[in-house]
């Protein structure tokens, strides 16, 4: 083989077809194949995809091997389940970046596992079509600056644990109405193609070290974008400044085999400035790699294609191949099913009883995504043995034979895009006309809900976790399912059993991580109240209650507060949680102002309690916050700040002093101790307001003044009785030369904040 053949090769990405690596494979990667992509016929298990990338790369260490794995409704290393992640426009509708990188961090810590080193994702594009066959639920959204921040959220998470990112589909396929894996779609509105740039500009920014194109025609141009040099060449590369490495949809896709031919294309990409050309979603056999090697060489001897752009592609891609990343800390497979929780979402009474049927009204699959299971029926089965599931994918819906059957039971109807598939949408507002009472589960983007359905949930993506999220709320509070993996709890050895606890209290934690934004809001708004003159009021029940009365209890000692200024207000035993009338009267009572801050605490989301107690706060104008631990609840939708903790069943289902306890006091400590941190209560990390009632503290408060001021253990006794006992005021004293009086007067006109009066008279 000679150099410009081996050339051509290197800037080949083919599939193939088998779980294991085919011969004529292997012989072209020796040969120097710049790559492979897999797909969901190559995957079996996790530990044979590792065992394959292994045998391809024992052959060059060097090779590129990429795979489709967005989350959601287009996975590969999941193709057999559904995905363990929800996909983007979940992902864009909780509108959460950290939580957004998490997932990605997450999805390269399996690719890691898998010997894989390039993902192709994430989904760049601005759906701004309702009516796109191909992108829908792939995308973020429809807006383009949200699109762009969790892009670059995506990317970040990708490409900080060892795996290069591909944002896809340049210049932008979110504004089609045609499936480019069928024929030639075209962008018509110029405004839309630029506005669809946004999301491209935050992932080049982030450093992406790929970009794919899109098999689609643009305004001006009278080209494939796949094969425009104005595009790839003028506007990527030298317009937006990209370096990295041009990827090739598809070649093998009906937009271009089906108009200027795989082999012509691909020879007009690389002239246009592409450098890796992907194949194998429908061809997968080595006659199509001879056949682009082929066409590769003959247009560099005809003149079509220079050398020098054919040896930069083959470079490009031979960079892709990420080199010296450490290796990735341990996949949390749980953030994939709190991200669904936090994006589900319901309106109307959604619960359903037992033995229901699920009539799943199913349209063809994405191109894309391919034969991927979803739905909601075998979810829901696992928990009840008696659901009935209908799987209905023919247009002639025998509606009349559904009623029938769901006599009597709860009737679920589960439907994907349901606003471009008109025999599913008649078929349900049939049913809706004979069962009003049935639930509409809408798994793919909600364009429209059907005018009759009352009771309407939305997943926003129908990977495997968006079901089970869904079938959590169809089911009940997730803290109330059964957990999965403590069936034989009581069987256990004390030390496994002690580890699982501990594993459960951990993912806790993490969780709480993953709402840290909403936390620091609640801590910025409350501490605006407080610092107003405001009070911070805790409402809760059960465990709820009482760990916000320890909360409460232990500010003032702490920070040296009043009573008066953090008050938790507790339902008593038994049914008091079920009161919604106690709730509102205790709210009442505690005489709340606009100036006041309210957290209702709730794991559920659903105390009646606590629902009435944060109504009545919302009607007095108090700030309304909510705790709660499973995403969706009326509490949090209710709430002006909602902090959803998304800890899921328990090791003893229901009961939420475990996990869900956890995450509450961690939310609970940061939100007193970030409120009065903001408000000058802690300086240099030490509790300079600590009110010294004990001998213990009185020997903190001694220690402390003496490691911050250098004085004496006399000056620091004399300081502290002249304070009358604060901590800070002698602080004040000894740092600045004042008398107890003049120390006071300099720390109320900083509002008490230590670190505020020290800097005022220093200048």
Not at 51 to 79: F, K, N
Not at 117 to 127: C, S
Not at 277 to 284: L, Q, S
Not at 693 to 698: P, T
Request: charge should be negative.
């Amino acid at each position: 083989m000679d150099d410009l053949e081996r050339l051509a090769l290197g800037c080949l990405l083919p599939g193939f077809d088998g779980t294991v690596a085919p011969e004529w494979v292997r012989r072209r990667v020796a040969e120097g194949l710049g790559g492979v992509v897999l797909y969901g016929r190559n995957v079996r298990t996790p530990e044979q995809v590792a065992s394959l990338t292994a045998q391809l790369r024992a052959d060059r260490a060097d090779l590129v091997v990429a795979i489709d794995e967005e989350g959601g409704d287009v996975t590969r290393l999941e193709a057999s389940t559904g995905s363990s992640y929800p996909g983007n426009l979940a992902l864009g509708q909780v509108d959460d970046v950290a939580l957004t990188r998490a997932v990605a961090e997450a999805i390269a810590g399996d690719l890691r596992a898998a010997g894989i080193g390039l993902d192709l994702a994430p989904v760049a594009d601005v759906n701004s079509n309702p009516n796109n066959p191909v992108i829908g639920v792939r995308s973020f959204g429809a807006e383009p600056e949200l699109v762009a921040r969790h892009v670059r959220a995506f990317v970040d998470g990708l490409q900080s644990r060892g795996v290069a990112a591909c944002a896809k589909h340049f210049p932008g396929h979110g504004d089609t109405a045609v499936d480019s894996h069928e024929s030639l779609p075209t962008v018509t509105d110029a405004a839309s193609a630029v506005a669809a740039l946004v999301p491209f500009r935050a992932a080049i920014a982030a450093r992406v070290q790929a970009i794919m194109t899109a098999h689609i025609l643009v305004p001006a141009d009278d080209l494939p974008a796949t094969l425009s040099r104005r595009i790839l060449t003028g506007l990527l590369r030298q317009d937006l400044g990209f370096t990295g490495c041009i990827i090739t949809d598809g070649m093998d896709m009906g937009a271009i085999s089906r108009t200027v031919g795989t082999e012509e294309g691909t020879v007009l990409a690389l002239a246009a400035g592409a450098d890796a050309i992907c194949t194998g979603g429908w061809f997968a056999d080595e006659s199509v790699v001879d056949r682009l090697q082929r066409a590769i060489v003959r247009a560099v001897h005809d003149g079509r294609l220079s050398e020098a752009r054919l040896r930069e592609a083959a470079r490009r891609t031979r960079e892709l191949v990420p080199r010296g990343a450490p290796a990735p800390p341990p996949t949390d497979r749980g953030v994939g099913l709190s991200a669904a929780r936090r994006a589900v979402h319901a309106e109307g009474n959604v619960r359903i009883g037992l033995a229901p049927v699920v009539v799943e009204l199913s349209p063809a699959p994405l191109q894309a995504a391919g034969a991927v299971p979803w739905g909601l029926g075998d979810l829901l089965a696992q928990r009840d043995p008696a659901v009935t599931v209908l799987r209905v994918s023919d247009p002639s819906v025998d509606v009349h034979e559904i009623v029938r059957q769901s006599l009597r039971r709860p009737l679920v109807i589960v439907v994907r895009d349901l606003h471009r598939h008109p025999w599913a949408a008649l078929a349900t507002e049939a049913i809706l006309d004979r069962r009003s009472d049935a639930v509409i589960v809408e798994m793919g983007t909600p364009v429209s809900r059907p005018a009759a359905a009352a009771a309407y949930v939305t997943t926003y993506g129908a990977g495997r976790v968006n079901g089970m999220a869904a079938v959590e709320l169809l089911t009940g509070a997730s803290t109330e399912q059964p957990h999965g993996e403590t069936d034989a709890l009581g069987r256990l050895a004390t030390r496994e059993l002690l580890a699982l606890m501990h594993a459960e209290d951990v993912r806790a934690v993490q969780v709480v991580g993953q709402s840290l934004d909403r936390i620091a809001e609640a801590v910025e708004r409350i501490a605006d109240r407080v610092r107003a003159g405001g009070r911070l009021h805790y409402f809760g029940a059960g465990t709820s209650g009482r760990l916000a009365a320890l909360d409460a209890h232990e500010c003032p000692a702490t920070f040296g507060l009043g009573d008066d200024v953090v008050i938790a207000h507790v339902a008593g035993e038994g049914a008091a949680e079920d009161d919604s009338e106690l709730g509102r009267a205790d709210a009442v009572q505690a005489g709340l102002r606009p100036v006041d801050a309210v957290v209702g605490v709730s794991a559920s989301g659903q105390t009646p309690y606590v629902l009435a107690a944060m109504d009545q706060a919302r009607r007095d104008g108090a700030l309304s916050v909510a705790l709660v631990s499973v995403p969706g609840s009326e509490l949090a939708r209710a709430a002006d700040v909602a902090i959803e903790v998304a800890t899921g069943p328990e090791v003893v289902a229901g009961s939420t002093r475990l996990k869900a306890g956890t995450a509450q006091k961690t939310v609970l400590n940061m939100l007193s101790t970030g409120v009065f941190a903001r408000l000058g209560h802690v300086y240099r990390g030490r509790m300079v307001d600590v009110v010294p009632q004990n001998e213990k503290l009185r020997r903190r408060a001694r220690a402390m003044i003496a490691d911050l001021t250098g004085a004496a253990p006399a000056a620091v006794e004399r300081a502290l009785e002249e304070a009358e006992g604060s901590a800070k005021l002698a602080i004040l004293m000894l740092q600045a030369g004042l008398s107890a009086e003049a120390a006071r007067m300099a720390l109320t006109r900083m509002g008490g904040d230590l670190a505020m009066a020290l800097e005022d008279l220093e200048r």
